[in-house]
T-cell receptor, first 115, second 113 residues
């Protein structure tokens, strides 16, 4: 059981470049989300989705785009990378149907550096 | 609005000593509370959670936490620290019926030999 899979694990971008961070889960979870982790700031929510075709903004959405065409996949797009987007990005998923199981499952993270 | 405060961004304990990591939350309705652990270069792993019922929650690796509504706290403890406990620990809260986690800023635990 793979859980939540993120690719790539590491990425270096030049300012202005665009790229997509991939996230896939095989647990049939309805809820998926993207966080960025910066030193001393914990994890901050970028975007989230409660199901295919439904997305919404989190705490720090600017400069990022998401879509959810399938239950399994939730890619995060950086439209024009900036040095301020240097961070570690985590994708997470959880079940909405089973309210007793509120645990969020996290991917291994993508370490992004924008130069 | 919900918020989570973790007191102490860095905590050092000797091997075998008590581990106490503090978490206070702010919520206008009963929250769900979580502790996650992050080992270097890894994702977050659930240690334990409180949703309803018993206020003392036991998790993996000998950790436990107690939900104290009157103190709005959910402190994480372990009676005897082990070198392998060195990691960063995050407290998080969601409201029942919602799915968005609010994370604290994390506490990095160092275990001294």
């Amino acid at each position: 059981n793979a859980g939540v899979t993120q690719t790539p694990k590491f990425q270096v971008l030049k300012t202005g470049q665009s790229m997509t961070l991939q996230c896939a889960q095989d647990m049939n979870h309805e809820y998926m989300s993207w966080y960025r982790q910066d030193p001393g700031m914990g994890l901050r929510l970028i975007h989230y989705s409660v199901g295919a075709g439904i997305t919404d903004q989190g705490e720090v959405p600017n400069g990022y785009n998401v879509s959810r065409s399938t239950t399994e996949d939730f890619p995060l797009r950086l439209l024009s990378a900036a040095p301020s987007q240097t961070s570690v990005y985590f994708c997470a998923s959880s079940s909405i149907r089973d309210r007793r199981s509120t645990e969020a499952f996290f991917g291994q993270g993508t370490r992004l550096t924008v130069v | 609005a919900q918020s989570v405060t973790q007191l102490g961004s860095h905590v050092s304990v000797s091997e075998g000593a008590l581990v106490l990591l503090r978490c206070n939350y702010s919520s206008s309705v009963p929250p769900y509370l979580f502790w996650y652990v992050q080992y270097p270069n890894q994702g977050l792993q659930l240690l334990l959670k409180y949703t309803t019922g018993a206020t003392l929650v036991k998790g993996i690796n000998g950790f436990e936490a107690e939900f104290k509504k009157s103190e709005t706290s959910f402190h994480l403890t372990k009676p005897s620290a082990h070198m392998s406990d060195a990691a960063e620990y995050f407290c998080a809260v969601t409201l029942s019926g919602t799915y968005k986690y609010i994370f604290g800023t994390g506490t990095r635990l160092k275990v001294l030999a």
